[in-house]
Nanobody
């Protein structure tokens, strides 16, 4: 089993920054993909970006140039640095780990960006 715990959400003004963290524990394999998703109120959960344990981060167009994903593989932590936040970035942010045996989700952390 894998457990994921996100933290770092909060309320910021437009143009502000937040740094989210996701700590993974349990049966974490050496080859995995860690990703961030977000879900706005009344909307589906959408991918923000991902990073494999062997590759470089990839992002959706809406956050490219503003968000940065980084990993500490030794500690099984993935970060999401969010800069120049906009009201449309508001939502619950979820961490996901994809391994050969399955996918695991965290409980989410709320990010609210005021205009």
């Amino acid at each position: 089993q894998v457990q994921l715990v996100e933290s770092g959400g909060g309320l910021v003004h437009s143009g502000g920054s937040l740094n989210l963290s996701c700590v993974a524990s349990g049966s974490i394999g050496s080859r995995n993909v860690m990703a961030w998703y977000r879900q706005a109120p009344g909307q589906q959960r959408d991918l923000v970006g991902s990073c494999s344990s062997w590759g470089t981060p990839q992002y959706v167009a809406a956050v490219e140039g503003r968000f940065t994903i980084s990993r500490d593989n030794a500690k099984n932590i993935v970060y999401l640095q969010m800069n120049d936040l906009k009201p449309e970035d508001t939502g619950v942010y979820y961490c996901k780990v994809q391994q050969p045996e399955g996918a695991y989700w965290g409980q989410g952390t709320q990010v609210t960006v005021s205009s």
